[in-house]
């Protein structure tokens, strides 16, 4: 039965080729569906995205130190004294809508739902190039030149009260990640501080989306610092604090450079809505790098 088959589409497909491809099996006939068109991203008014300027400064990029480690096993190294330590900066460019809420259901350790309202910003981070990169010149002196390559973006958000001395860290609430994408843009993909870790290439941006929770309702001056916009940094070391046969690194501090945001709400507790979010604190700058 199977040969005599068989020998049917064999002159099925000599004498009507366009009959031998209507006995194809569904799945090898069906026509591909044209990819759907990429709906385009929501439009906004001008001034709704607040950017900040990265600060780039050529002193970023080269520092003089002592290497106390030497100098602990013989303190006459004069070669270890101010030494110039030289490493490649960059820096991503950062927009922001300034601080929303949202009230989302969160699941609770007992199992149950409880309704909470959620402090939230969106935020994007595109990296433009022009890493700054010392080059040795013949004289055998530094220059400073820009370089394109992909950036490792890795951050970090902490809200802090200058009321109240609190400190809330970004938290991961996927829960919040659906209503928030509804509200601000359905199109576009908003990621939260553990999926936007990344390389980003040059030209490209990703957007996220930074929350809090449990946040003191009683807060009316808050500034929020974001770590990972770029890699410029300083360092010290405490006088005398590295002894021979100590780890390597006793007695240093390092600090970063971060991004401080400022804001106020003049509000009280009782009846908390995001229309009493203001950018920048009276009497203050809206937005300044800090090392911390």
Avoid at 22 to 42: C, D, E, F, M, V
Avoid at 52 to 77: M, Y
Avoid at 107 to 130: C, D, E, F, H
Avoid at 241 to 267: D, E, S, V
Wanted: charged share 30%; net charge positive.
């Amino acid at each position: 039965m199977y040969r005599k088959w068989l020998a049917l589409l064999t002159v099925a497909a000599v004498c009507c080729p366009a009959a031998l491809a209507q006995q194809q099996l569904p799945q090898a006939a069906a026509k591909k569906k044209p990819a759907a068109a990429a709906r385009p991203y929501r439009k906004l008014a001008p001034g709704v995205v607040k950017a900040v300027d990265s600060a780039r400064q050529l002193a970023e990029a080269t520092s003089r130190h002592d290497v106390v480690e030497l100098l602990a096993v013989d303190p006459n190294f004069d070669w270890a004294k101010d030494v110039p330590f030289r490493y490649d900066v960059w820096s991503l460019e950062f927009r922001f809508k300034p601080m929303r809420m949202i009230w989302v259901d969160v699941p609770q350790r007992s199992g149950q739902m409880r309704r909470k309202l959620i402090w939230y910003m969106v935020y994007s981070a595109t990296n433009t190039g022009k890493i700054m990169h010392p080059v040795e010149d013949s004289d055998r002196t530094y220059k400073v030149v820009a370089v394109d390559r992909p950036v490792r973006f890795i951050p970090e958000f902490v809200l802090e009260s200058h009321e109240f001395d609190k400190a809330y860290m970004d938290r991961v609430i996927p829960v919040a990640m659906g209503p928030i994408r509804l509200r601000e843009d359905r199109n576009r993909r908003f990621y939260n501080k553990v999926e936007i870790c990344r390389n980003i290439e040059v030209g490209k941006t990703v957007w996220g989306v930074a929350t809090w929770e449990d946040v003191d309702p009683r807060i009316d001056r808050f500034s929020v610092y974001v770590k990972g916009l770029t890699n410029a940094y300083r360092w010290t070391d405490a006088a005398r604090a590295f002894k021979k046969g100590n780890p390597i690194g006793t007695g240093r501090r390092l600090w970063r450079k971060t991004l401080k945001l400022n804001f106020w709400r003049p509000g009280d507790e009782y009846f908390e809505h995001e229309r009493e979010f203001r950018y920048g604190i009276p009497g203050e700058v809206d937005y300044e790098w800090v090392y911390r």
